[in-house]
């Protein structure tokens, strides 16, 4: 069973336009999370990262909110550039490092 | 080099071949793991070590064996692979295994090498 989910596999912005990528996991026990970002042909990058003890982690123009309430954290890029068009990947930090499937990012210049 | 670093990039064996994918890090992490990435489907832990010891092995199959001969060097050595083995194996390395700094952020966040690209025939 899948403890990382992100369920949209693709998303298009317009450039300058803010990002929304969103991630939801189902084990209250993860005490850390990360996103990565991947270009084709290169392993993932890390990219921002947020415990679970604070709800918000901003870094230049990504910023990483987490509910934990709602078991949902969602990456936030703004302004959007044509050369964060990647895929991202979300993960969770538990016993293991459990990752969702990505999404793939497109920003249309 | 920095970073983490991973050889071949690309890899074509047929099923009765033995092959070894090499993963290096320099950074002086202490540990290490191999991940597999399948098309459409989440990153799949394979192995961690852990100061050169082996701490986790999620079920992989015998014919997939890793080797940590030291901490800055992971080997995932191949023998009689299948078709559906075919994919994207990445390295990764961490300052420590579920590690807790003590400004309480934790320091296992993980560095990716590049991949190997593995088409098994």
């Known amino acids: 069973d899948q403890q990382v989910k992100q369920n949209s596999p693709s998303l298009s912005v317009q450039e300058g336009r803010i990002s929304i990528l969103n991630c939801d996991y189902t084990n209250s026990m993860f005490d850390y999370f990360l996103w990565y970002k991947k270009y084709p042909a290169e392993g993932p990058t890390f990219l921002i990262s947020i415990s679970s003890i604070k709800d918000k982690n901003e870094d230049g123009r990504f910023t990483v909110f987490l509910n934990k309430s709602a078991k949902h954290l969602s990456l936030h890029i703004v302004p959007s550039q044509p050369g964060d068009s990647a895929v991202y990947f979300c993960a969770a930090s538990g016993n293991q490092f459990y990752f969702g499937t990505g999404t793939s990012l497109t920003v249309i210049p | 080099e920095t970073g983490v670093t991973q050889t071949p990039r690309h890899l074509v064996m047929g099923m009765t071949n033995k092959k070894s994918l090499k993963c290096e890090q320099h950074?002086?992490?202490?540990?290490m793991y191999w991940y597999k990435q399948s098309a459409k489907k989440p990153l799949e832990l394979m192995f961690v070590?852990?100061?050169?010891?082996?701490?986790e092995n999620n079920s992989v199959p015998s014919r997939f064996s890793p080797e940590c001969p030291n901490s800055s060097h992971l080997f995932l050595h191949l023998h009689t692979l299948q078709p559906e083995d075919s994919a994207l194996y990445l390295c990764a390395s961490s300052q420590v295994w579920g590690g807790l700094s003590l400004a309480g952020d934790p320091t296992d966040t993980q560095y990716f090498g590049p991949g190997t690209r593995l088409t098994v025939l």
């Open positions: 070590y852990s100061l050169e010891e082996r701490v």
């Open positions: 950074l002086g992490h202490n540990a």
